[in-house]
């Protein structure tokens, strides 16, 4: 294989190999073409790499990464084996990893780069180009595009952006040009708030302060658009009722996939468990109305499904900013009418299915009538409750702490099913009290 | 409120207010920081403004647009308001905004502009520094970063980044110091590949060619990141069951949202139907031992949440490319074994909770074991269905040429409850008979 191997073929088959495959392509790759590749992989491809080819190899392949990337391989590995790649990198990116490795992974500090054009007020136009031009040349910084003006104490007093220095004269002073408006973060911003400010300002990069307003580094929009990758993988996995998986699909081993699923699974499971106890209450009215419980699938899941709609718009919008804890009335106010106009056209549809199957069939004999406003006043109870339960979960979980986009399903899904049942068997009570029951 | 209004006030509380309020507030503000805001709005909250200030000052503003943010904004206001938004722009941005409307929005033709820096092979890196920054001075172009080197019939020919510009001695050509290995995207490349090309190779901008290799205009990250911001929205949408929404959740009215949760709940609740005429095919059973009817609920939730956990994974590894429909065995092969053992373990915990159940309080009397061992392998049964419906659902729903973020959870849902139904009923005919039924 490897011989015929191309870069194209290699990317294609890459999420689909394990390690030893993986390392095995890379080294048939030819030189240039390597490199290329080896700097468009994720963090974990090119620690596998680094960890799977010979150690003066590595130097080679190492001396590619900016520190910020070394740090988000470290991160991919055991800490056993940190020492084999931090043994790779020149001393000079060792020491910015290892300030770097102090700041929370998913954090702006755990984003940032050290590597940023920094600039003194007074200097000239002309001066800040011809010095720009010498760092790009010595490949000693992440991106170019943006001057940073600092004082003594390295504390941010503006920026240039290159354009900016490009368009404007040569003997003027970056202190008379720059921008002192400056968006930053500190180092302790999660990664999907500066995710989101970098996208909303259409930024390139975002510069990092600590508490005293001291320039840490920055965060370039290349990470941010990986950050947007990841949050929304998690945020996805989550609403999808299991933990994140920290590493792609195909890549997942079976013992941390069955950990990541069954935990949650189990979880749901516990809380459905109540349901046993709740239809337990009415084993009376089944026996004497069988009936009833072939509504049961339906007037649940109908409940279900309102709730998770509800429930994903809440923490979608959540995640996007546009609703906040605060906003909780708005919310449940537009839930509660959505809830029941939803409620009442699953109703009508359910009112329908148990007259028409009474008039084909005669399946439901002549209370026909009183099952089928049975089936349709519990739509409307389950339906607006689902939906209510749905939208107020996520801000409750919020407010308390709580990941709502990992939370809200089991709560939402507990709440919905069990109290379901209870205001379907109590609409049926008062419904055929004396009639069925 | 008008007076006292900080730009900060209005971010904070634009997501709350309707058209009107939003006009209002933008007008309230000074004039460059109102122009810092505009700049930062969607395209959504761009077109707001401009249908609401006057005409003369809509000029004002609509001159900060590029021509594929004026696009962006025609498309978020009805067909008769285009006028009013055309006629504000400068004639050749016009004339450039008339081309690109002819792309779909959710294809690279949509999302380009035809902004960019544009080269001939056999000039100097001095003469191209100093075209570059008087395109820039004349803000015609929107990004520097990259220099494309065209042939006189405007085919791509390389591409200098403006990094490698400033590198690069003064007297050499263009041509030598080129890049020809350019990553490209054709005009009628879905939204989201643009992005992941993007994300994978740390691109500042992608250029888009025409079927003859033409180049028709650039797309830039920032584009690009709103893309993935958008693209994630719709699949989480999808994904909770329900049509994504175009506009954020607190500006959509009731109609349109109605419409779009509604339309997915009446297709679920039509499918859920099912569930009660395989119920009712039941009813002797249910009869006979009610107590089976007290874990319906627990039973097909956990085949639907099964379900759910493999068909997100799947989805989501299919939108970001790391799984394939020919890949489909590889997939079943892993959910079969993630299918059983999950299956597996909430058998246990079934199992168990019924033992309990009776050794507590008696409640399921001297066949308490034969029900404990229909829960459990029933739970089984229905796990690994769910599991495997979920997994390969949506790889046949991408193979016939469906939507699988949309179609998956309505399809996995009635498959799971209904068979799941009969799984339960089944083993309860095979393990009650005799005894129970």
């Given at each position: 294989m490897?011989d ?15 390690a030893d495959?993986?390392?095995a ?7 240039q ?25 590595r ?36 020491r ?7 700041y ?6 755990g ?21 720009v031009?010498?760092?790009a ?6 991106t ?14 503006g ?28 180092a ?12 909303r ?5 975002v ?6 307003g ?24 989550k ?11 195909m ?8 950990k ?33 419980t ?6 649940i ?15 979608r919008?959540?995640a ?5 804890v605060r906003?909780?009335?708005l ?13 009442g ?19 439901f ?5 009183r ?19 749905g ?16 939370a ?17 068997f ?9 009639t069925?029951?």
């Amino acid at each position: 294989m490897a011989d015929l191997l191309t870069v194209d073929d290699l990317r294609d088959a890459w999420p689909l190999l394990d390690a030893d495959e993986r390392v095995a392509g890379f080294e048939a790759l030819e030189r240039q073409e390597a490199a290329d590749f080896f700097e468009s992989l994720t963090a974990r491809g090119q620690a596998q790499v680094l960890l799977g080819v010979p150690a003066p190899e590595r130097v080679l392949w190492a001396r590619l990464l900016g520190p910020d990337d070394a740090v988000d391989c470290l991160q991919e590995v055991p800490r056993e084996d940190w020492a084999q790649i931090l043994d790779a990198l020149d001393a000079p990116t060792r020491r910015e990893v290892n300030v770097l490795l102090a700041y929370e992974e998913d954090e702006a500090g755990g984003l940032m780069s050290p590597r940023f054009v920094r600039a003194r007020p007074d200097m000239t136009v002309d001066e800040a180009v011809r010095y720009v031009r010498r760092q790009a040349r010595e490949r000693v910084v992440e991106t170019i595009y943006y001057v940073y003006v600092l004082d003594a104490s390295q504390r941010l007093l503006g920026v240039v952006s290159f354009r900016e220095l490009m368009t404007a004269p040569d003997d003027r002073r970056l202190s008379e040009i720059m921008r002192t408006d400056v968006t930053t973060v500190g180092a302790d911003v999660p990664a999907e708030e500066v995710a989101l400010l970098v996208a909303r300002e259409d930024l390139l990069a975002v510069p990092v302060l600590d508490p005293d307003g001291r320039m840490q580094g920055i965060v370039t929009v290349d990470d941010v658009v990986d950050v947007l990758h990841e949050e929304a993988t998690e945020d996805i996995h989550k609403l999808g009722g299991m933990e994140a998986l920290d590493v792609p699909y195909m890549q997942t081993r079976m013992g941390p996939m069955l950990k990541k699923r069954g935990g949650w699974l189990a979880v749901l499971f516990l809380g459905e468990l109540l349901t046993a106890n709740a239809l337990s209450r009415y084993e009376h009215e089944i026996a004497s109305a069988v009936v009833l419980t072939l509504f049961i699938p339906l007037i649940i899941s109908s409940g279900g499904n309102a709730g998770s709609q509800a429930a994903t718009l809440v923490i979608r919008a959540m995640a996007l900013g546009e609703v906040k804890v605060r906003d909780w009335w708005l919310v449940v106010r537009r839930e509660l009418v959505m809830g029941l106009a939803l409620g009442g056209g699953l109703a009508l549809l359910g009112f329908a299915r148990v007259l028409l199957g009474e008039a084909a069939f005669g399946s439901f004999g002549e209370h026909a009538g009183r099952i089928a406003a049975t089936v349709g006043l519990a739509l409307i109870g389950v339906v607006t409750l689902g939906t209510l339960a749905g939208s107020i979960m996520p801000l409750l979980l919020e407010r308390v702490g709580f990941d709502p986009a990992s939370a809200s399903a089991p709560f939402v899904a507990t709440v919905v099913d069990v109290s379901g049942l209870v205001i379907y068997f109590s609409v049926a009570q008062v419904m055929l009290s004396g009639t069925l029951l």
